[in-house]
């Protein structure tokens, strides 16, 4: 059965039409019958009508009560198939049985909460065997981009932290329906088993991210007048003339610990 209701612009709703680009994301997702999967958004179930037939197990999380309502009934006859509704962003990890610690993640991710989703799910490495996303291509080029790249920021390294980023698909606005303006693309996360979480549980390291990347254009040292001297330039070995682009992420984390211990001291 058809999904009928029109999408809602203000759940930034585009929903995946093109059998290609579907088949060829289900190539790649590569689904197996021991597979325990958690798909965010799955809309009118294009991706999920496939993968319902080839897995263990299945959650789908949706915020969009008519998408509930229609998924509930096209998978009525399908035990191992919950679908859950809810905003992933307020859902708890209790939510999620024990048996899908870790397990595969997929979602066709709405555009104006995909960098909150993403973030969120950093913190949820545990619970993550690999994700497969797709997501406005811009929003991709910033979780895979490295020092010194264009689109470097906050949203990379705190992903880079944990995970392994790597995009897969390029997908035309032509492939949903309503077309979005921008292309869209495909990326899959891997957990790393050399991750650097501890950054992301420092008290100060995410704010100092926010704080360097809300001011990309200046310098570091202006940045961080007034609480960073330039005897602690010095001692940490970074220079205090780059901007944040240029900094790595583990000098992010050194100069979180400055600070921390500036607090501590105080």
Same mark, same amino acid.
């Given at each position: ?7 809602k612009k203000s759940l930034g709703q585009h929903f995946l039409r093109d059998p ?78 024990? %048996?899908? *610690?870790? $397990?595969?993640? #997929? !979602?066709?991710?709405? &555009? ?5 989703? /993403? ?20 929003? %991709?080029? *910033?979780? $895979?981009?490295? #020092? !010194?790249?264009?689109? &470097? ?5 705190? /992903? ?18 309503p077309p979005p303006k921008v292309d869209s693309e495909m990326f899959i996360l ?9 950054? /992301? ?66």
């Amino acid at each position: 059965m058809a999904y009928r209701k029109p999408t809602k612009k203000s759940l930034g709703q585009h929903f995946l039409r093109d059998p290609y680009i579907i088949d060829r994301i289900l190539q790649l997702v590569d689904p197996i019958t021991d597979d325990c999967v958690v798909e965010i958004g799955p809309g009118s179930g294009c991706l999920t009508d496939q993968m319902a037939r080839l897995v263990k197990q299945l959650i789908a999380v949706e915020i969009d009560r008519d998408c509930v309502a229609h998924c509930r009934s096209q998978y009525a006859d399908m035990p191992h198939v919950s679908v859950v509704h809810a905003d992933f962003l307020e859902m708890a990890s209790t939510v999620l049985p024990e %048996s899908f *610690r870790p $397990c595969r993640w #997929v !979602g066709n991710l709405p &555009y104006n909460v995909s960098v909150p989703i /993403l973030l969120k799910l950093s913190e949820w490495v545990d619970w993550v065997k690999d994700g497969h996303f797709l997501v406005q291509k811009e929003v %991709s080029q *910033r979780c $895979c981009a490295g #020092v !010194g790249e264009q689109h &470097y920021g906050r949203l990379g390294i705190v /992903l880079q932290c944990t995970f392994t980023v790597e995009p897969v698909l390029s997908v035309p606005p032509e492939a949903f329906d309503p077309p979005p303006k921008v292309d869209s693309e495909m990326f899959i996360l891997r957990p790393l088993i050399d991750s650097k979480r501890h950054y /992301l549980s420092h008290p100060v390291f995410s704010d100092v991210l926010v704080r360097s990347f809300s001011h990309r254009r200046k310098t570091m040292r202006k940045i961080f007048q007034g609480l960073i001297t330039d005897a602690d330039w010095d001692s940490m070995s970074i220079d205090a003339q780059l901007r944040p682009q240029m900094i790595h992420r583990d000098e992010f984390y050194q100069i979180a610990c400055c600070l921390d211990d500036q607090i501590a001291s105080s």
